[in-house]
Nanobody, 124 residues
Framework: QVQLVESGGGLVQAGGSLRLSCAAS????????MGWFRQAPGKEREFVAA????????SYLDSVKGRFTISRDNAKNTVYLQMNSLKPDDTAVYYC?????????????????WGQGTQVTVSS
């Protein structure tokens, strides 16, 4: 069982930056593919980014490529999402997720553990 706790959300102006963190409990953090998803009001939860167990491979939603960077520190059991050049369309609740299997996937149904989410609001 993995417990995930997100932090770092908040209110920021368009063009600004935020760094989200997700702290994981347990000793198995390095065995999990980690992902970030987001859900805007009235919309389905969508994939944002994912990172392999070692951190050597990443995947991104097209609309965030070049602006967002996912990284992880296995010694600290933490995954990060650095978000730059934020836009109002990035406003959403951001969720951290963990997957037991090695392959990076973008489907939310393929992730086994979820955090409670952190709100990101980008004002225009």
């Amino acid at each position: 069982q993995v417990q995930l706790v997100e932090s770092g959300g908040g209110l920021v102006q368009a063009g600004g930056s935020l760094r989200l963190s997700c702290a994981a409990s347990g000793r198995t953090f390095s065995r999990h593919v980690m992902g970030w998803f987001r859900q805007a009001p009235g919309k389905e939860r969508e994939f944002v980014a994912a990172i392999s167990r070692s951190g050597g491979r990443t995947s991104y939603l097209d609309s965030v490529k070049g602006r967002f960077t996912i990284s992880r520190d296995n010694a600290k059991n933490t995954v990060y999402l650095q978000m730059n050049s934020l836009k109002p369309d990035d406003t959403a609740v951001y969720y951290c997720a963990a997957r037991d299997l090695e392959v990076i996937v973008t489907s939310r149904g393929e992730y086994d553990y979820w955090g409670q989410g952190t709100q990101v609001t980008v004002s225009s």
